[in-house]
């Protein structure tokens, strides 16, 4: 029973993930600012390129000096925003 549950999980697992790649695949590379060091295994698993974080250490909120730079310092990507309280459905 164990085996048979466990290789049916494994068939949906591998399906799904088929599916998260091809989603995903148009944002290999894409250079993000993150608000904090959030998700990454994420950000690697889909070639995601991190350059900056706002937030300077975690649990210290950024002072509107430093958001200021982060924002001029990135010019010209493009913005993803995450947070621990960001729901993403792939």
Do not use: C
Request: proline share 8%; no cysteine; net charge positive.
């Amino acid at each position: 029973m164990f085996a048979q549950r466990y290789t049916d999980f494994d068939m949906r697992l591998a399906a799904a993930e088929k599916r998260w790649d091809a989603t995903m695949a148009p944002y290999k590379g894409t250079k993000i600012v993150t608000y904090h060091r959030s998700w990454p295994n994420f950000m690697e698993r889909f070639g995601l390129d991190v350059i900056g974080y706002v937030e300077p250490k975690p649990g210290i909120p950024p002072s509107p000096v430093a958001h200021h730079r982060s924002d001029r310092r990135h010019e010209g990507g493009r913005a993803r925003s995450s947070s621990s309280s960001s729901r993403i459905s792939i």
